[in-house]
């Protein structure tokens, strides 16, 4: 067992609740943690033995593009495209944060974690 680690993706992207959100934009950053068997891939060194994280980034940027008004909505959509479109994955974790979120405060960010 092994994991796979994806950090700190960088997106400007248009999701948000407020209508200004999505017309304006802002930053998000998306951490993926992809759980699968590495027993093979290390002993043959062979990408087709492995989960190819390149392809996981590419799901995550097609995601990323769809607007969604919700963070939980753009997580779990990006859980179900890595499950439907990859295989070895037996578990994933992806978190999606929304940096300088418009809630009438100084805030870093909010983040969402969904894990399944």
Same mark, same amino acid.
């Given at each position: 067992m092994g994991l796979i680690q994806i950090e700190n993706m960088e997106f400007y992207a248009f999701h948000?609740?407020? %209508?200004?959100? $999505?017309i #304006?934009?802002?930053?998000?950053?998306?951490?993926?943690?992809i759980e699968t068997e590495m027993t093979v891939a290390s002993k043959s060194?062979?990408?087709?033995?492995?989960?190819n994280y390149? %392809?996981?980034? $590419?799901? #995550?940027?097609?995601?990323?593009e769809?607007?969604?008004?919700?963070l939980e909505n753009i997580a779990g959509r990006i859980l179900d495209a890595l499950y439907s479109q990859m295989t070895g994955i037996l578990k994933a974790k992806i978190k999606v944060s929304k940096m300088n979120p418009p809630i009438g405060g100084k805030i870093g960010s909010v983040s969402v974690v969904i894990e399944r």
């Open positions: 948000g609740h407020f %209508k200004e959100e $999505q #304006v934009g802002n930053k998000f950053i998306v951490d993926l943690t060194d062979n990408l087709k033995d492995a989960v390149q %392809k996981a980034y $590419q799901i #995550v940027k097609t995601e990323m769809k607007k969604s008004y919700l």
